[in-house]
């Protein structure tokens, strides 16, 4: 087992940053109830309302536009059994969403489904593009929302959420984006893009696990997921993560970076996928030619389980994934890459590869030499790959 390890799973979950990890001590001593009138919740108060700020003028939002959840699932779930339980005798009572969403999202609306309404999902292709077309015949006065990710967490295909969103408006429905993967990855100005709903995570962005955030545009109406006590202006009940909204919040100044970061990722990400398509045979790039993360490569190995890739890489002192990391233990393959149309066999051959703003060229050689070993190997003990024909 390798003693160096270099990180290139940055969608599953990113290092938290230096900013935070310092700060984190002295925060610590401010451990009151945010609640509380007396003087120990006043730190814990302040460092709600100045992540709140700062993380407001950052997404282009009003502070009070911003709720914290404990992640970008909650959030999820929020807005899509939070508009339903709103709406549901309206009269609108259809959904739109993608096949390749998040499970936090594509399980809300089956749990929606077993109430009755009906959910459209939309087609993306292997090109990366969501079909449209049926986007504009499902919209109709039935629809009560449409749910589309800003950015795939496996491909990293980016989805035109200003257009459709802008559609959904003409129709009266309400529009949510999916948000977590475009953080700190794309500049995000959420009243440009028109949305009401949009969700994030900080663990997604180098803070801490178990913090999220819902942004819902001023006048939406929604029953809340989490009935408790008033915190969140009574949109979520129960004491807030102080702490980890505070780490969330340092990190907003950081979003200032996030031009010049996509840059040097998308810079490393072409370096990596020119290397890897001259240097290793039977190698496609999913989604190669559509608008995507610059940080994301998501690869088709021919003849290569990318479980035992993985595991063989991991050995060798490289985090990578498969798929998404909450499907990891799981032999089915990925959902997400069967819904863009590749096989399972073609799924199961895959990789992701996903970079972050401390990795450099160095590292990305290094890998690169190493995949290069690691899959020649592999590809000679598989039974199934091509035998070379022996002319007698
Ligand atoms: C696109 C997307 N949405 C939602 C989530 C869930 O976020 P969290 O882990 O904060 O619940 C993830 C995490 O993998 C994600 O990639």
Redesign the pocket.
Known sequence: MSTTRTYFDH??TTPISEVVRLAIPQALESWGNPSSIHWEGRGPKTFLREARIKLASMLGAAPLELIFTS????A?NAVIKGVYFEMKDSGRNEYITSRVE?P?VLKAFQFLQTQGVKVHYLDVNRSGEIDLENYNKCLSEKTALVSI?YAN?ETGAIFPVKQMAALAKQRGALFHT?A??ALGKISLDLKDLGVDFA?F?A??FYALKGT?LLYSRRGTEWEPLIHGGGQERYRRGGTENALGIYAFGLMAEKLQAVPLEAKKMSDLRNHFEDRVLKEIDRVTVNHSKALRLANTSSLILSDVDGETLLMSLDMKGFAVSTG???SSGNPEPSPTLLAIGLSRQEAQNSLRVSFGWSNDRQQVDRFVEVLKTVVARLRSLNPNQDMPVNHV
Not at 71 to 74: F, P, V
């Open positions: 969608n599953a992640g970008g699932s909650e999820n998040h936090s990710m967490n999916d977590v993967q969700s995570s663990h997604k999220g998404a990391a909450c």
